[in-house]
């Protein structure tokens, strides 16, 4: 089983910024995409960002777009959420998972997460 830890998540002002980083241990496939989710307090959990193992080529929501940027080294299996300009409603626990591209979807369990909280 891949073994996913989330980590660089605190506490941060509006308008600050945070770097997370999502550590994949075990096997990973390359052709496996992966991505950044949330979960806020009584919200379900809602995709973020993804981005595919080969390629830099990614995806964002539309509430994060232009303020995160996701990044992936292969070779260390490491996937990195740059998050800028924070606002108070990026609060959430933040997972990541490997997904299906195409569909925004995790396809395997979920990790710890690491909390992130941005006050006003």
């Known amino acids: 089983q891949v073994q996913l830890v989330e980590s660089g998540g605190g506490l941060v002002q509006a308008g600050g910024s945070l770097r997370l980083s999502c550590a994949a241990s075990?096997?990973?496939?390359?052709?496996?995409?992966m991505g950044w989710f949330r979960q806020a307090p009584g919200k379900e959990r809602e995709f973020v960002a993804g981005?595919?193992?080969?390629?830099?080529?990614?995806v964002y929501a539309d509430s994060v777009k232009g303020r995160f940027t996701i990044s992936r080294d292969s070779a260390k299996n490491t996937v990195d959420l740059q998050m800028n300009s924070l606002k108070p409603e990026d609060t959430a626990v933040y997972y990541c998972?490997?997904?299906?591209?195409?569909?925004?979807?995790?396809?395997?369990?979920w990790g710890q997460g690491t909390q992130v909280t941005v006050s006003s």
């Open positions: 075990g096997r990973t496939f390359s052709s496996f995409a």
């Open positions: 981005i595919k193992w080969r390629r830099d080529t990614a």
């Open positions: 998972n490997a997904i299906d591209y195409g569909l925004r979807q995790s396809l395997g369990s």
